[in-house]
């Protein structure tokens, strides 16, 4: 596929609310989880040990979606989009530790997310949240 400079607005909405939606199942299945006495703390250990493999999954669906955006408009300097390239290079090429690009400037006191190189990445759901709001505003000014 060639480079994309530019995405409609309907193909950005449709993305966000794909996003929105699969976040949204997962506030639901937390929250109408009715279990009670010690299986409550089974339930919350695993629902505990499932969001950082849920939200970086999305990390990667979220990717997806533009995964062929043109890196001449989404630049090098350390914005969302190159944040979630960041993200989503380590946790497929570095066993989910954040690795250094030579080719992005990322500064995690001016990133979404602050992670440093060397970082484990396990997304919370506000991690994710955080981090898709600012990717979507980022692709928006960019690429509509």
Known sequence: MLCMTTYDRSYVDECRSKIA??????????????????????FDSALEAFEPVFFNNMVLALDNYFVH????????DGNPLNE????????????????ADKQIKLNPTTSVLRHQVGDRIELSEQ????????FFAEIESKFV
């Open 21 to 42: 939606s699969q976040v949204s199942a997962y506030r639901a299945l937390a929250s109408t989880a009715r279990v009670t006495g010690a299986e409550r703390s089974e």
């Open 69 to 76: 955006r043109s890196r001449t408009l989404e630049l090098k």
């Open 84 to 99: 979630v390239r960041v993200l989503c290079n380590s946790m497929t090429s570095n066993d989910g530790i954040v690795a």
């Open 127 to 134: 991690d994710f949240v955080q981090v898709s709001e600012a």
